[in-house]
């Protein structure tokens, strides 16, 4: 965002040392925005889309502009906070005299204290937490879902956030975006539409739930820095497929805490979704090995403890 520019630029002036620290990348985002997406659904607007530019090929320009003042701001600073192989990467590219530290996030509260158990679980129910914006890959995961299908008739896939396909009165007409139509194209396409669920907006407690109920989360996207949705997951023990995108090895090791796949390539997608509904030995395996690995990722204290001395180190001479 601008503001961030602008408070670098603040700095400057007063000679305030400054560091960034990086959620994700949209100069870097930007480049992987139609991933898998026809040109009509890159390109094509409703009337929403028209007003707020927020069709798949409008978000891509946002970005652009965004990321010139995101590089301007790296470019201008000598320190970086980033996490993953790829966000350093990335660093580098823009600003390679930058000191780079490394911090891991701390989680919301709830999913420090609740423990995914494969009996209590919906069984062939799978979660995605939100699919509103192309890199979500929403659409990859709805090509998946046929053939999951084939094997497991009642699965079920559950999408945190509003429904974008909803036409339902005068607003969600208003508000509805082509993405939304072309996810809805997919949906009618495949049949899918009573084995889709839209959950709605999910408060923290709701979302934990949401997770815990599930017997798998999947991670679709086309392109992801360190996605808290994989870290909460993998924090509660939930089985998880996550595609290999920017820095989801780095949280998550293929075949031992979950699966990795390709992320064009759904059948890969729906082919691990089905290891872990069929092998309950597996899925448990894979939760116990994820939580482990998520409680020292993202333990509260440690990760205070590294901020504070990241702050003690570029202060001192």
Not at 150 to 159: E, F
């Amino acid at each position: 965002m601008p503001h961030t520019l602008a408070m670098v630029n603040a700095c400057r002036r007063q000679g305030v040392k400054t560091v960034v620290s990086i959620q994700g990348l949209v100069s870097v985002i930007e480049k992987h925005t139609f991933a898998g997406l026809p040109q009509d659904a890159i390109h094509n607007k409703t009337f929403r889309n028209w007003v707020r530019h927020d069709h798949v090929s409008g978000l891509r320009k946002t970005f652009q502009v965004r990321g010139e003042a995101e590089r301007e701001a790296i470019r201008k600073v000598d320190h970086v906070i980033g996490r993953t192989t790829w966000d350093r990467a990335c660093v580098s590219q823009i600003n390679d005299q930058a000191t780079y530290f490394h911090c891991n996030e701390t989680l919301r509260e709830s999913f420090y204290h609740e423990t995914w158990e494969r009996e209590k679980c919906e069984p062939h129910s799978i979660f995605l937490s939100q699919g509103q914006y192309s890199i979500k890959g929403l659409h990859f995961m709805l090509e998946a879902m046929p053939l999951i299908l084939q094997r497991y008739p009642d699965a079920r896939l559950y999408i945190g956030g509003s429904d974008l396909t909803d036409r339902s009165g005068w607003k969600n007409k208003l508000f509805a975006t082509h993405y939304g139509n072309y996810i809805q194209s997919l949906i009618d396409q495949y049949n899918l539409s009573e084995h889709i669920s839209f959950t709605g907006t999910l408060d923290e407690q709701a979302m934990c739930q949401r997770y815990l109920e599930s017997h798998v989360f999947v991670c679709p996207s086309t392109i992801e820095n360190s996605p808290n949705s994989l870290a909460e997951a993998m924090l509660l023990g939930v089985p998880s497929v996550a595609s290999y995108v920017g820095g989801t090895s780095d949280m998550l090791a293929d075949k031992k805490e979950g699966f990795l796949y390709q992320h064009d390539a759904p059948y890969m997608l729906a082919y691990y979704v089905c290891k872990i509904f069929e092998d309950d030995a597996l899925a448990k395996n894979l939760s116990a090995a994820a939580q482990r690995r998520a409680k020292v990722t993202h333990d509260q204290e440690l990760n205070l403890q590294r901020l504070l001395q990241i702050y003690h180190d570029m202060l001192t001479p």
